[in-house]
Every structure is written in structure tokens, then in C-alpha cells.
């Protein structure tokens, strides 16, 4: 079959594998993310992850923080506190929710941030059938499975609004900084906004909830592993695919994030979703690839801390 005259040419096949590899790796270290959780909490868990991953990131890159005006700092420290938030929030409703159906309700942020900034009625709508998604995915309106996890619903809707939020801050960085410089300072910033929520709740559950067999060291190497996937890994491929493929493209592949953690779940943790939750995820993940996918909307194709 002959391509359409001046239509766009089909994305690159290694860059698109390299999206997909980053999904897998993401949704994965948040899987493993979900265990430790269990045992030392979300604060710790989160801490452990941005301290890995700025460590590892600084040794890297050794990125370049001298002679920056104080408006480069600001940003950065906006940043990195969106960046910071929205992690504690996310590993804070993996204590309440499957892993598919946090993920699912966070994707509110960015679908919401992508429609304003579309201002098109059909991705209004959109917008509209992945709310109604993410109800029948959390269950909002099924009281016969018992108590709602309200709390973890909200968890995962403000871990939204701070993606939302990361993803604007994240382009002024984008700006002023090059390469990964400003995500070094961003994560050394997440790092001191968490650190003290983590204090001696989180502490005590590892020394109480990680067991003989484990112990402290089980609990750091899940750390990196964690750092590893959900920052390093994710981070390096899609700034490699993205110099072949364009936002609107890589919007609509970031759109199968829910659906990846769904699977992650169940192949790690053995989570089991209803047909009502897959229904609603099934909606969220073709509003998404409308949303994400529009022109005007492709800037909030960021790739997830």
C-alpha cells in the first residue's frame, strides 16, 4: 500500500522500543517500589530512591552548578520539590491501591494539564471519559467491596497535580539547564523535602518490618534496584528516543503506562483487577492517547519521575 501524499512519516522502530523499554522499566521499579512500601513505609522508600539516584546521577554526569543566577535556582527548587512530592504521594497510595489503578488515577494530572493546554472540545471530552475511567477503576462508586480506600485515591490524585506540576516546572528547567544538570539539582532537592517526613517511623520499620533474613542490606539493594528502573534507565532511553521521535508520538506510547502497571502488578505482586477497573483503565488509556497525542498538547509528554 502507498503512503498518503505529505502524510508523517511512521516513527523509528528502535526509538519506539526504547519508550516502551522505559514503560516496562518504570512501571516494574514500582512494582518492587510496592514491597518495600509494605516494610519501611513510603516516606523511606521514596528517600532511598531520590538518594540512590541523585548519587548515582552526580557521579555520571558531575553535573556544572556554579555561576547560575538565583532564577535558575528558583526553578530548579520548584522543581525538584514537585518532583519530590510527587513521588511520596504516588508510593504513599501503593500502600491502598493495585499498582494499575494508582497509576491510573495519576495520569489525571497530566491529562487535565494536556487538555487546557489543547483547548480542543474532543480533548475536553477526552478528559471527561478518563474521569469517568478512573471512577470505575478506583471503585468510587462500588460500595459492595467494602470500605473505599479514599485515602489512597487521594494520595494518587495530588501525586497527579504534582506531575502536573513537574511537568511546568519541568520545562523552565528544561531551559535554563543543560542536559540532566537541572534533574541532578532537582533530586538532591526532592531529597530534603522528603528526608524529613521520612524521621523514625519510617526507620523503626526497618528495623522491625524487614526481617532477619532480609535486613538492611535486602533493603537497600531493593533501593537501587528502584533507582535503577524508575530513574536511571527510564531517564537515559527516552532522552535517546526522543532526538528520533516526536512528543506527539511519544505522548501517545506514554499513554500505555496504566495498562503496564497493571500487568507489572499482577506478574510481581500477584494484584488481580476487577472487569470494572480494567473497563475504566481500558478508557483512560485511549483518552490518554487522544490527549497526549494531540499537537498542542505534546509538551506534557515528560517522561515520569
Known amino acids: 500500500m502507498t503512503s498518503r501524499v505529505g502524510a508523517a512519516p511512521a516513527p523509528p522502530r528502535g526509538a519506539v522500543g526504547l519508550v516502551l523499554a522505559a514503560i516496562v522499566s518504570v512501571q516494574f521499579g514500582a512494582a518492587i517500589a510496592t514491597t518495600l512500601v509494605r ?30 543566577p538565583r532564577a535558575h535556582w528558583f526553578a530548579a527548587i520548584r522543581y525538584g520539590m514537585a518532583l ?8 504513599a497510595s501503593l500502600a491502598y491501591l493495585p499498582i494499575g489503578v494508582a497509576v491510573t488515577i495519576e495520569f489525571a494530572g497530566p491529562l487535565v494539564l494536556a487538555a487546557v493546554l489543547s483547548r480542543r472540545i474532543r480533548d475536553a471530552v477526552a478528559v471527561l471519559a478518563a474521569a469517568g475511567g478512573v471512577a470505575l477503576a478506583s471503585h468510587a462508586f462500588d460500595t459492595s467491596t467494602g470500605p473505599l480506600p479514599i485515602l489512597g485515591i487521594g494520595y494518587a490524585l495530588f501525586a497527579g497535580a504534582m506531575w502536573a506540576g513537574y511537568i511546568v516546572t519541568g520545562q523552565s528547567v528544561g ?8 534533574l ?80 507489572a502488578g499482577f506478574l510481581v505482586l500477584r494484584q488481580h483487577l476487577t472487569p470494572t477497573q480494567v473497563a475504566g483503565m481500558v478508557l483512560v488509556v485511549v483518552a490518554s492517547a487522544i490527549v497526549l497525542g494531540s499537537p498542542r498538547a505534546s509538551s506534557v509528554a515528560e517522561p515520569e519521575a
Open 39 to 68: 516494610e519501611v513505609g513510603a516516606p523511606f522508600a521514596v528517600v532511598l530512591r531520590l538518594g540512590i539516584s541523585a548519587a548515582l546521577l552526580a557521579l555520571i554526569v558531575r553535573p556544572h552548578w556554579r555561576g547560575r
Open 84 to 91: 519530590g512530592l510527587m513521588n511520596l504521594s504516588f508510593y
Open 184 to 263: 541532578a539539582v532537582a533530586l538532591v532537592v526532592a531529597l530534603v523535602v522528603v528526608a524529613p517526613v521520612a524521621g523514625a517511623t519510617s526507620l523503626a520499620g526497618v528495623a522491625g518490618g524487614a526481617g532477619v533474613a532480609d535486613g538492611f542490606g535486602g533493603v537497600l539493594w531493593r533501593g537501587l534496584g528502584i533507582a535503577v528502573l524508575s530513574s536511571l534507565i527510564p531517564y537515559s532511553l527516552e532522552l535517546l528516543a526522543l532526538r528520533s521521535l516526536s512528543a506527539q508520538v511519544f505522548g501517545i506510547l506514554l499513554s500505555l503506562e496504566p495498562a503496564v502497571a497493571a500487568l
Open 175 to 182: 531551559r535554563v539547564f543543560p542536559g540532566v544538570d537541572g
